[in-house]
């Protein structure tokens, strides 16, 4: 009879989810930076260059550290005359859950279980 270690197999799968989710994370993070609003003065990139990603036991976060970064995304009065959106983060998540953040994870975790 053939045993199987659980706990090894459970934490080859924790792995997998948790590269999945990174790069779930990276694509949306990505695609934020697309839609960030560019900042006047700093190149475009002080906003941009904040945003990180973080994965933590099995969730992931996107965040932007810049000072101002919530109230160019919360602020939909705002005009960007030099580029990006409001709510650029919050849409960038949709589009990835919508769209190719599950192939992402499907990827991830077949690489592992091959």
């Known amino acids: 009879m053939m045993q199987i ?16 989710l990174r790069a779930v ?16 003065g700093t190149d475009g990139r002080d906003l941009k260059k904040s945003g990180s990603v973080s994965v933590d036991d099995l969730s ?13 995304h919360e602020r939909l009065d705002y005009q960007h005359p030099n580029g990006g959106e409001a709510k650029f983060l919050e849409r960038a ?8 953040g599950e192939q992402i994870m499907a990827r991830a975790v077949r690489e592992v279980f091959k």
């Open 93 to 100: 998540a949709s589009e990835v859950s919508a769209g190719p």
């Open 5 to 20: 270690n659980t706990r090894v197999l459970l934490t080859e799968a924790e792995k997998a989810i948790q590269k999945g």
């Open 25 to 40: 994370a990276r694509e949306t993070l990505r695609r934020s930076n697309q839609k960030a609003p560019d900042d006047p």
């Open 60 to 72: 992931a976060q996107v965040s932007y550290t810049a000072r101002h970064a919530l109230f160019q």
